[in-house]
Protein backbone atom coordinates (compact mmCIF):
# COMPACT_ATOMS: atom_id res chain seq x y z
CA UNK A 1 0.00 0.00 0.00
CA UNK A 2 1.11 3.37 -0.72
CA UNK A 3 1.62 5.30 1.84
CA UNK A 4 0.28 8.35 0.30
CA UNK A 5 -3.73 7.49 1.17
CA UNK A 6 -1.88 6.61 5.27
CA UNK A 7 -0.45 10.05 5.53
CA UNK A 8 -3.55 11.66 4.65
CA UNK A 9 -5.60 9.34 6.71
CA UNK A 10 -3.38 10.54 9.65
CA UNK A 11 -3.93 14.47 8.71
CA UNK A 12 -7.39 13.67 8.53
CA UNK A 13 -7.65 11.93 12.11
CA UNK A 14 -5.43 14.49 13.49
CA UNK A 15 -7.91 17.89 12.05
CA UNK A 16 -10.60 16.02 13.56
CA UNK A 17 -9.15 15.67 17.05
CA UNK A 18 -7.99 19.22 16.99
CA UNK A 19 -11.18 20.63 16.03
CA UNK A 20 -12.82 18.59 19.16
CA UNK A 21 -10.15 19.85 21.21
CA UNK A 22 -10.47 23.50 20.22
CA UNK A 23 -14.19 23.07 20.84
CA UNK A 24 -13.82 21.69 23.95
CA UNK A 25 -11.50 24.28 24.91
CA UNK A 26 -14.46 26.68 24.51
CA UNK A 27 -15.42 27.98 28.03
CA UNK A 28 -18.85 26.75 28.60
CA UNK A 29 -20.09 30.01 29.36
CA UNK A 30 -20.09 31.11 25.79
CA UNK A 31 -22.81 27.70 24.50
CA UNK A 32 -25.09 28.81 27.34
CA UNK A 33 -25.20 32.36 26.02
CA UNK A 34 -25.51 31.07 22.56
CA UNK A 35 -28.16 28.97 23.53
CA UNK A 36 -29.67 32.57 25.80
CA UNK A 37 -30.36 33.90 22.13
CA UNK A 38 -31.97 30.97 19.98
CA UNK A 39 -31.15 27.65 18.65
CA UNK A 40 -27.77 26.80 17.17
CA UNK A 41 -29.31 26.19 14.09
CA UNK A 42 -31.15 29.73 13.93
CA UNK A 43 -27.88 31.51 15.20
CA UNK A 44 -25.89 29.40 12.83
CA UNK A 45 -28.07 30.51 9.37
CA UNK A 46 -27.46 34.34 9.79
CA UNK A 47 -26.09 35.99 7.03
CA UNK A 48 -27.42 39.80 7.91
CA UNK A 49 -28.66 41.23 10.36
CA UNK A 50 -30.15 45.20 9.60
CA UNK A 51 -31.65 47.47 12.25
CA UNK A 52 -33.38 50.52 11.52
CA UNK A 53 -33.95 53.26 14.41
CA UNK A 54 -32.89 56.63 16.16
CA UNK A 55 -29.89 57.51 17.33
CA UNK A 56 -29.94 59.88 20.65
CA UNK A 57 -26.61 61.44 21.75
CA UNK A 58 -26.92 63.10 25.13
CA UNK A 59 -24.40 66.01 25.39
CA UNK A 60 -22.09 65.35 27.66
CA UNK A 61 -22.75 68.34 29.99
CA UNK A 62 -25.81 68.32 30.18
CA UNK A 63 -27.46 65.05 29.79
CA UNK A 64 -31.21 66.88 29.20
CA UNK A 65 -29.55 68.30 25.95
CA UNK A 66 -30.21 65.81 23.01
CA UNK A 67 -29.76 65.49 19.64
CA UNK A 68 -31.36 63.07 17.45
CA UNK A 69 -30.78 60.48 13.84
CA UNK A 70 -32.75 58.19 12.23
CA UNK A 71 -30.20 55.14 11.84
CA UNK A 72 -29.62 52.24 9.60
CA UNK A 73 -27.42 50.00 10.39
CA UNK A 74 -26.63 46.70 7.86
CA UNK A 75 -24.09 43.62 8.81
CA UNK A 76 -23.53 41.09 6.26
CA UNK A 77 -20.99 38.12 6.32
CA UNK A 78 -18.69 37.58 6.01
CA UNK A 79 -16.98 41.16 6.18
CA UNK A 80 -19.26 43.96 5.10
CA UNK A 81 -21.27 46.56 7.46
CA UNK A 82 -23.10 49.97 6.91
CA UNK A 83 -24.21 52.21 9.00
CA UNK A 84 -26.21 55.43 8.13
CA UNK A 85 -26.98 58.31 10.15
CA UNK A 86 -29.52 60.75 9.16
CA UNK A 87 -29.97 64.13 11.07
CA UNK A 88 -32.12 67.29 9.99
CA UNK A 89 -28.78 68.47 8.60
CA UNK A 90 -26.74 66.11 6.96
CA UNK A 91 -26.81 62.50 6.07
CA UNK A 92 -23.31 60.28 7.16
CA UNK A 93 -22.63 56.74 5.95
CA UNK A 94 -19.85 54.75 7.03
CA UNK A 95 -19.20 51.60 5.37
CA UNK A 96 -16.82 48.62 5.80
CA UNK A 97 -16.13 45.91 2.46
CA UNK A 98 -13.67 43.43 3.32
CA UNK A 99 -10.29 45.35 3.77
CA UNK A 100 -12.02 48.76 2.41
CA UNK A 101 -13.65 51.17 4.87
CA UNK A 102 -15.25 54.36 3.77
CA UNK A 103 -17.30 57.51 5.05
CA UNK A 104 -19.50 60.06 3.45
CA UNK A 105 -20.93 62.95 4.84
CA UNK A 106 -23.31 64.78 2.51
CA UNK A 107 -25.44 68.15 3.81
CA UNK A 108 -29.50 67.70 3.06
CA UNK A 109 -30.08 71.60 2.41
CA UNK A 110 -26.99 71.11 -0.84
CA UNK A 111 -26.34 67.64 -1.73
CA UNK A 112 -24.22 68.62 -4.19
CA UNK A 113 -21.46 69.23 -1.24
CA UNK A 114 -20.28 66.15 0.18
CA UNK A 115 -17.01 64.71 1.79
CA UNK A 116 -15.61 61.26 1.21
CA UNK A 117 -12.68 59.93 3.21
CA UNK A 118 -11.12 56.78 3.03
CA UNK A 119 -10.88 55.16 6.52
CA UNK A 120 -7.23 54.01 7.95
CA UNK A 121 -6.21 50.75 8.59
CA UNK A 122 -7.31 50.80 12.45
CA UNK A 123 -10.53 52.07 11.85
CA UNK A 124 -11.31 48.97 9.48
CA UNK A 125 -9.59 46.72 11.82
CA UNK A 126 -12.49 47.72 14.51
CA UNK A 127 -14.85 47.69 11.72
CA UNK A 128 -14.05 44.40 11.04
CA UNK A 129 -14.25 43.38 14.74
CA UNK A 130 -17.80 44.71 14.85
CA UNK A 131 -19.26 43.69 12.27
CA UNK A 132 -17.80 39.69 13.56
CA UNK A 133 -19.23 40.39 16.96
CA UNK A 134 -22.95 41.60 15.28
CA UNK A 135 -23.10 38.40 13.03
CA UNK A 136 -20.82 35.43 15.17
CA UNK A 137 -22.89 35.43 18.45
CA UNK A 138 -19.68 34.54 20.56
CA UNK A 139 -18.19 31.61 18.61
CA UNK A 140 -15.23 31.23 16.55
CA UNK A 141 -13.08 34.25 17.00
CA UNK A 142 -10.26 31.71 16.32
CA UNK A 143 -10.69 31.23 12.94
CA UNK A 144 -11.30 34.95 12.53
CA UNK A 145 -7.36 35.11 13.66
CA UNK A 146 -8.52 36.47 17.16
CA UNK A 147 -8.90 34.79 20.12
CA UNK A 148 -11.11 34.05 23.53
CA UNK A 149 -9.55 34.45 27.02
CA UNK A 150 -11.90 32.95 29.93
CA UNK A 151 -11.24 35.51 33.42
CA UNK A 152 -13.44 34.16 35.23
CA UNK A 153 -16.03 34.55 37.84
CA UNK A 154 -17.14 38.58 38.59
CA UNK A 155 -20.49 40.32 39.95
CA UNK A 156 -21.90 43.52 37.77
CA UNK A 157 -24.90 45.11 39.41
CA UNK A 158 -25.35 41.96 41.69
CA UNK A 159 -24.99 39.54 39.55
CA UNK A 160 -22.41 36.49 39.14
CA UNK A 161 -20.78 36.80 35.77
CA UNK A 162 -18.62 35.05 33.77
CA UNK A 163 -15.78 37.25 32.17
CA UNK A 164 -14.78 36.38 28.66
CA UNK A 165 -12.35 38.93 27.06
CA UNK A 166 -12.82 38.51 23.09
CA UNK A 167 -9.35 39.63 21.45
CA UNK A 168 -9.44 40.61 17.97
CA UNK A 169 -6.09 42.16 18.34
CA UNK A 170 -3.88 44.03 21.26
CA UNK A 171 -5.79 47.19 20.81
CA UNK A 172 -9.69 45.75 19.89
CA UNK A 173 -11.08 43.83 22.91
CA UNK A 174 -14.33 43.23 23.86
CA UNK A 175 -14.72 42.09 27.92
CA UNK A 176 -18.15 40.24 28.21
CA UNK A 177 -19.70 39.45 31.47
CA UNK A 178 -22.68 37.07 31.19
CA UNK A 179 -25.17 35.68 33.82
CA UNK A 180 -24.09 32.10 34.73
CA UNK A 181 -27.28 31.32 35.93
CA UNK A 182 -28.84 32.13 32.69
CA UNK A 183 -25.97 33.25 29.76
CA UNK A 184 -27.76 36.91 29.38
CA UNK A 185 -25.49 39.52 28.40
CA UNK A 186 -24.87 41.64 30.89
CA UNK A 187 -22.15 44.02 30.67
CA UNK A 188 -19.89 44.88 27.68
CA UNK A 189 -16.50 46.97 28.51
CA UNK A 190 -13.76 47.72 25.68
CA UNK A 191 -10.41 48.07 26.09
CA UNK A 192 -10.18 51.73 26.24
CA UNK A 193 -13.17 51.49 29.09
CA UNK A 194 -15.93 52.38 27.11
CA UNK A 195 -18.86 50.50 28.19
CA UNK A 196 -21.80 49.08 26.71
CA UNK A 197 -25.43 47.86 27.35
CA UNK A 198 -28.53 46.28 25.88
CA UNK A 199 -31.61 47.07 27.29
CA UNK A 200 -35.00 45.14 26.56
CA UNK A 201 -35.47 42.58 23.52
CA UNK A 202 -36.77 41.79 20.25
CA UNK A 203 -37.13 38.23 19.19
CA UNK A 204 -36.50 37.95 15.36
CA UNK A 205 -36.56 35.11 13.59
CA UNK A 206 -36.22 32.95 16.64
CA UNK A 207 -33.45 35.19 17.90
CA UNK A 208 -33.01 37.65 20.87
CA UNK A 209 -32.32 40.89 20.24
CA UNK A 210 -31.53 44.09 22.09
CA UNK A 211 -34.37 46.55 21.97
CA UNK A 212 -31.63 49.29 22.55
CA UNK A 213 -28.18 49.86 23.41
CA UNK A 214 -26.98 52.10 25.63
CA UNK A 215 -22.77 53.05 25.05
CA UNK A 216 -20.92 55.40 27.32
CA UNK A 217 -17.29 56.54 26.60
CA UNK A 218 -15.15 59.56 27.77
CA UNK A 219 -14.66 62.16 25.10
CA UNK A 220 -11.08 63.85 24.83
CA UNK A 221 -11.97 66.25 27.78
CA UNK A 222 -12.51 63.55 29.81
CA UNK A 223 -16.35 64.25 30.11
CA UNK A 224 -18.77 60.83 30.01
CA UNK A 225 -20.67 60.94 26.71
CA UNK A 226 -23.60 58.82 26.47
CA UNK A 227 -25.26 57.52 22.98
CA UNK A 228 -28.07 55.54 22.74
CA UNK A 229 -29.53 53.41 19.80
CA UNK A 230 -33.02 52.57 20.19
CA UNK A 231 -34.86 49.92 17.69
CA UNK A 232 -37.77 49.99 15.53
CA UNK A 233 -37.35 47.01 13.51
CA UNK A 234 -34.56 44.24 12.93
CA UNK A 235 -34.46 42.06 9.81
CA UNK A 236 -32.74 39.29 9.46
CA UNK A 237 -30.78 37.02 6.13
CA UNK A 238 -31.95 39.88 3.86
CA UNK A 239 -29.55 40.19 0.68
CA UNK A 240 -27.64 43.55 -0.03
CA UNK A 241 -26.13 43.32 -2.73
CA UNK A 242 -21.78 44.53 -3.71
CA UNK A 243 -23.10 47.84 -4.00
CA UNK A 244 -24.36 48.27 -0.44
CA UNK A 245 -20.75 48.63 0.68
CA UNK A 246 -18.50 49.12 -2.21
CA UNK A 247 -16.86 52.66 -1.88
CA UNK A 248 -18.49 55.27 -4.46
CA UNK A 249 -17.09 57.02 -6.94
CA UNK A 250 -15.60 60.21 -6.41
CA UNK A 251 -17.74 61.36 -9.50
CA UNK A 252 -21.08 59.87 -8.96
CA UNK A 253 -23.54 61.58 -7.06
Known amino acids: MSLLPVRRLAIACAGLLAGVVAHAAEPAIIAKARAYLGSEAALTSVRSVRY?????????????????????IIFQKPEQQRVMATSDQTVEVTALDGYDGWQRVTDLANKAQWRQTLLGTDHIRRLRAN????????????????????????????????????????????YRCFDV??????????ESGGTIREQGEMIVNGIRFPKSIVTTTKNK????????????????????????????SLTGK
Open 52 to 72: TGTLVTASPTDPQRQTRAAME
Open 131 to 174: TWENLSFFRGLEQAGGRVEDLGITTVDGITCHKIAFIHAPQIVF
Open 181 to 190: ATGRLVYTET
Open 221 to 248: AGEEQTVTIQFDRITVNEHFPASTFAVP
